[in-house]
C-alpha cells in the first residue's frame, strides 16, 4: 500500500520511475550502431582542437550498452517483484511493516523464556529484582520516556510517574489499567456557566488548596463556585478521585500550571490530556515488565 494519502503521487513515481526506463532504452535504441557487426570506418564530428586533437564519432561500446540494458532489465524486475507503481502491490507481497512485525515476532518468540521467568511473580517482586528493572527500564526508554522523560518524572501536563501521586492510583492493577488500556483524562470546559471574573476566583481558591499566595477576600466566593461546579470531580476537599482521573488539588503538583492565568483557562476551556494504550503495541509480558518497573519507582 502506498504510505501517501492521495493515489496521486504513487501514479506521480510510477510513471516517472516507468518513464525513465523507457527513456534509456529509447536513447539506447537511438545509438544502436553497435549492433552491426564490425565498423571499419570511424567517421569523426569534424571537431578539432589544438590543431590535432580530432574527436571521433565511435559507437557506443557494445559491452556497455548490453550493462546498460541489463539494468533497465534489473530496474523493470524489481518494479514487478515490489511495490513502486502506483498501488500494485508487487508479486512478493513485500511491505516494510510486515518486514519490521515479523523481525519483532521473532525477537518476541526470543526473549519469551526472559519473560516466562516473571510471568508467575506478583509484581511487586518483579519490580524489587535487578535484572526485571534492567528490563523495565530499557522498555521505558524506548516506549514511555518520550513523554514522560528518561528519569519518568515527566514534565508540564506528562505526569511525574516517580512521586507517589498518582491519577488513576498507584496499585499494580491499576498501572497495568493505565499502561493497558490507556487513559483520556478530560476536565470539562465551564465557559458556557462560569464568568472569566468568577473563574478567577475559583482559581485563587484552587490556589489557596495547595498554600500557594492567594487573595483571601477573593477565596470565599472562590469555594462558593467550587463547591456548586467542582466538588463532583475534585472532592469536597479538593483531594481529587482516581476513579475519573481528577487530579489532587491539594499537593501543588500541576499538569497544566498553577498561575491564576493557567487555571482560569483549565476552567473555562477545559483540559484534555491522553495516555496512549499499550495493548496491541508491546505484549502483555512486556506491559507487566513496565508495570513493576513504574510501580518501583516509588515502592
Ligand atoms: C504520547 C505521550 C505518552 C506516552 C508515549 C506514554 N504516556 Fe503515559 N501518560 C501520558 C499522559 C498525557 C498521561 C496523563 C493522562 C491524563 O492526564 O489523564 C499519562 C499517564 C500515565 C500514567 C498514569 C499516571 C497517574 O498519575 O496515574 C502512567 C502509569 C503512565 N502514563 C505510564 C506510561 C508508560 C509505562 C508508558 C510507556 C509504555 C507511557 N506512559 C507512555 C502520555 C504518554
Ligand atoms: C467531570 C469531572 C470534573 C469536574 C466537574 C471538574 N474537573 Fe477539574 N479536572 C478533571 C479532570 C479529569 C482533570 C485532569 C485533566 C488531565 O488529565 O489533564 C481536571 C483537571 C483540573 C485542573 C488541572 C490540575 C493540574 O494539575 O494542572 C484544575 C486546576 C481543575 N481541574 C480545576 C477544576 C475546577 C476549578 C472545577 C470546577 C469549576 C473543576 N476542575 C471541575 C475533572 C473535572
Known sequence: MSDFVSSFWGYFIGVIALGGIGFCVWLLFTQRAWLKHDVKVVSDTGHV?????????????RWWTVMYLGLCGIALAVLFLYPGVGSYKGSLGYTSANEVKAEQMALNERVKPIFERYSQMPIQEVAHDADAREIGQRLFLNNCAQCHGSDARGSGAF???????????????????????????????????????EAADIAQYV????????????????????????????????????????????????????????????ILNGRQNIMPAQEGILTEDQIRMLTAWVWGLSN
Not at 511525574?160 to 499502561?179: F, H, K, M, S, V
Request: contains cysteine.
Open 207 to 266: 490556589r489557596s488548596l495547595s498554600g500557594l499566595a492567594s487573595d483571601p477576600l477573593r477565596v470565599v466566593p472562590g469555594k462558593r463556585g467550587f463547591d456548586t461546579f467542582c466538588v463532583a470531580c475534585h472532592g469536597a476537599e479538593g483531594k481529587g478521585n482516581t476513579a475519573l482521573g481528577a487530579p489532587n488539588l491539594t499537593d501543588n503538583i500541576w499538569l497544566h500550571g498553577s498561575s491564576e492565568a493557567s487555571i482560569v483557562q483549565t
Open 49 to 61: 582542437w589544438d590543431g590535432d586533437l580530432t574527436e571521433y564519432n565511435n559507437p557506443l561500446p
Open 159 to 197: 505526569p511525574n510517574l516517580a512521586d507517589g501521586d498518582w491519577l488513576y492510583g498507584g496499585d499494580p492493577e491499576q498501572i497495568l489499567q493505565t499502561i493497558t488500556k490507556g487513559r483520556h483524562g478530560m476536565m470539562p470546559p465551564w465557559g458556557s456557566q462560569i464568568k472569566p471574573a
